[in-house]
Nanobody
Framework: QVRLVESGGGLVQPGVSLRLSCAASGRTFRRYGMGWFRQAPGKEREFVAAFSRSGSSTTYADSVKGRFTISRDNVKNTVYLQMNNLKPEDTAVYYC????????????????WGQGTQVTVSS
């Protein structure tokens, strides 16, 4: 079992950067593919980015490609989401999740979820 705790959210102005962290418990962290999802008010939760178990592959939603970067530190059991050039449409609750699959964009394949961290982009 994996317990996930996100941090790093906040209120920022458009154009600035923010880095989210997701700390995972358990010794089996490196066995999981890790992903970030987000849910904006009144919308369904959507995929943002994912990192493979091996750490060799990443994938991103088109809406964040080129602005967001996902990374993982298997020593610290932590996954990061570096978000640059934030836009108001990036406002959402961001969730970290762990999947037994190697790399997935599908929510149903993620078995463990954090509680979420709020990111608000507004001038």
């Amino acid at each position: 079992q994996v317990r996930l705790v996100e941090s790093g959210g906040g209120l920022v102005q458009p154009g600035v950067s923010l880095r989210l962290s997701c700390a995972a418990s358990g010794r089996t962290f490196r066995r999981y593919g890790m992903g970030w999802f987000r849910q904006a008010p009144g919308k369904e939760r959507e995929f943002v980015a994912a990192f493979s178990r091996s750490g060799s592959s990443t994938t991103y939603a088109d809406s964040v490609k080129g602005r967001f970067t996902i990374s993982r530190d298997n020593v610290k059991n932590t996954v990061y989401l570096q978000m640059n050039n934030l836009k108001p449409e990036d406002t959402a609750v961001y969730y970290c999740a762990a999947s037994s699959l190697w790399l997935s964009m599908t929510q149903d394949s993620y078995h463990y979820w954090g509680q979420g961290t709020q990111v608000t982009v507004s001038s």
